[in-house]
T-cell receptor, first 112, second 111 residues
Framework: DAGITQSPRHKVTETGTPVTLRCHQTENHRYMYWYRQDPGHGLRLIHYSYGVKDTDKGEVSDGYSVSRSKTEDFLLTLESATSSQTSVYFC???????????FGPGTRLTVL | DAKTTQPPSMDCAEGRAANLPCNHSTISGNEYVYWYRQIHSQGPQYIIHGLKNNETNEMASLIITEDRKSSTLILPHATLRDTAVYYCIVRGKNAGNMLTFGGGTRLMVKP
């Protein structure tokens, strides 16, 4: 399995509080992604990064920001969490000599 | 990227081959077909991908029709642990190499 970890794995927070999710990789891959998955839906891309300090928006980026200050870490921040951001968040990485994305185990976020 | 169409659900008997179809009639010449699966609430797991030739690895085989408008993922001897949602994704060289997930096929392997 690709060396990807996500933290925390579960989090419950209140509306209006800031939340940061972390994705950490040990593969030194260039690309990193954040997706969200809601019940009955496939994954939807939030943001991605194509290098240190290089990021771009995905399909559902409103309300989210990201940062990548070093190759191995990609942070997803909800500046002021809302109930609509209750979801399961997956990180993915891609790089090396392959165009295949590999996913982390996910973070289940509940915003009350 | 081309859109895909998959049946919402399928059943398969344990030990038999599971054949999961996918239609991608608008696929263009430089787009690959990728298959992932998601077991319960785990992260999606890569299975296989191909461009136009049939592909096989330790997990599955991918059969792509000659006109590339459809493909079939084959799990040769399905086990209960293969119960999952299977996603067929067509992806070209878009900015960021993003994957677009549809609804997938929920495969239930039954004893």
């Amino acid at each position: 399995d690709a060396g990807i970890t996500q933290s925390p794995r579960h989090k419950v927070t209140e509306t209006g509080t800031p939340v940061t999710l972390r994705c950490h990789q040990t593969e030194n891959h260039r690309y990193m992604y954040w997706y969200r998955q809601d019940p009955g839906h496939g994954l939807r891309l939030i943001h991605y990064s194509y290098g240190v300090k290089d990021t771009d928006k995905g399909e559902v980026s409103d309300g989210y920001s990201v940062s990548r200050s070093k190759t191995e870490d990609f942070l997803l921040t909800l500046e002021s969490a809302t109930s609509s951001q209750t979801s399961v968040y997956f990180c993915a990485i891609m790089g090396g000599n392959t165009d295949t994305q590999y996913f982390g185990p996910g973070t289940r976020l509940t915003v009350l | 990227d081309a859109k895909t169409t998959q049946p919402p659900s399928m059943d398969c008997a344990e030990g038999r081959a599971a054949n999961l179809p996918c239609n991608h009639s608008t696929i263009s010449g430089n787009e690959y077909v990728y298959w992932y699966r998601q077991i319960h609430s785990q992260g999606p797991q890569y299975i296989i991908h191909g461009l136009k030739n049939n592909e096989t690895n330790e997990m599955a085989s991918l059969i792509i029709t000659e006109d590339r408008k459809s493909s079939t993922l084959i799990l040769p001897h399905a086990t209960l642990r293969d119960t999952a949602v299977y996603y067929c994704i067509v992806r070209g060289k878009n900015a960021g190499n993003m994957l677009t997930f549809g609804g997938g096929t929920r495969l239930m392997v039954k004893p």
